[in-house]
């Protein structure tokens, strides 16, 4: 796994972490002054051996969701494996990881990365 060395965390001018959207009500999580770790993901269908990138704040319970079946653009091609994850100590810094692993020389690393090519 790599790992991302972890930076002050970004704040407004309230003191609330720039996560503060994802812990809101409408998400059923409660609001945060503190910042949290961000993962990215890949992950590895063991049906048909495509791949998915996310990202979360928790992985474990994430991975658990995609294996479920909770997640409707993966609920057909579960189980899953885990590719590799990458830690980050925002979301911003997290989403581009992700766009960026979604784009196509993102998709080219990955299969280098799993050994596919």
Same mark, same amino acid.
């Given at each position: ?12 001018? %309230? ?16 609001? +945060? /002054? ?8 890949? *992950?590895? +269908?063991?049906?048909?051996? +495509? ?7 928790? *992985?474990? %319970?994430? *991975? ?5 079946? /909770?997640?409707? +653009? ?7 494996? *885990? ?8 979301? =911003? ?5 992700? =766009?960026?692993? /979604?784009? $196509? ?5 990955? =299969? =280098?990365?799993? $050994?596919?090519?």
């Amino acid at each position: 796994m790599a790992h991302i060395a972890i930076v002050a965390p970004q704040t407004t001018a %309230r003191g609330y972490s720039i996560m503060a959207h994802y812990a809101s009500p409408a998400c059923g999580r409660q609001a +945060s /002054k503190t910042a949290y770790m961000i993962y990215v993901y890949v *992950l590895e +269908s063991l049906r048909d051996q +495509s791949t998915y990138v996310g990202m979360t704040n928790d *992985l474990s %319970r994430r *991975l658990a969701e995609h294996n479920n079946g /909770k997640n409707r +653009s993966t609920k057909a091609k579960a189980p899953f494996k *885990l590719l590799f994850s990458e830690n980050y100590p925002n979301y =911003k810094l997290g989403r581009q990881r992700e =766009k960026w692993l /979604k784009s $196509g020389i993102g998709r080219e690393y990955i =299969k =280098k990365f799993a $050994g596919i090519v």
